[in-house]
């Protein structure tokens, strides 16, 4: 073997040790007693926004109040509650302005149909307008 090999070889070793360190280690901050909740504890991670960042989910986010989210998230996951026992309790202390996915409600309605009314009410306005031009030639 020649000494490029050999230390690509040692390379190659030390990256496989290191993520398999990263692997062993990754849930050190929030331990859970079954693999269930950890999968849960990460969903949950993942479908909540950041109050403080809004465009982050409570995983990415580096805030204070996403730490305390997680913590939080974290005793609930730990106390055996479920997805939506967790996300009714968290909407009904912060809002549906925490769920990345908020339900369809009156009050919400025109955020998720307003984009395609007001394309819709652009689009006639524009035919009408073309219309009107081809008439007046």
């Given at each position: 073997m020649t000494m490029s090999a050999v230390i690509q070889m040692r390379l190659f070793v030390f990256s496989?040790?290191?993520f398999a360190y990263v692997g062993v280690f990754a849930n050190t901050l929030y331990p859970l007693d079954t693999a269930k909740q950890d999968a849960q504890f990460s969903h949950l991670l993942r479908e909540l926004r950041c109050l403080v960042?809004?465009?982050q989910d409570l995983a990415d986010s580096?805030?204070?109040l996403a730490r305390d989210l997680r913590n939080e998230v974290y005793?609930?996951?730990k106390s055996g509650k479920s997805?939506?026992?967790i996300t009714q309790y968290l909407t009904a202390r912060y809002g549906d302005f925490i769920l990345f996915k908020p339900p369809i409600k009156m009050?919400?309605?025109l955020l998720w149909f307003g984009?395609?009314?007001f394309m819709v009410l652009g689009l006639l306005i524009f035919w009408r307008t073309c219309l009107k031009r081809t008439c007046n030639e």
């Open positions: 496989l040790l290191c960042c809004q465009n580096s805030s204070g005793q609930l996951v997805d939506s026992e009050i919400t309605a984009p395609a009314l």
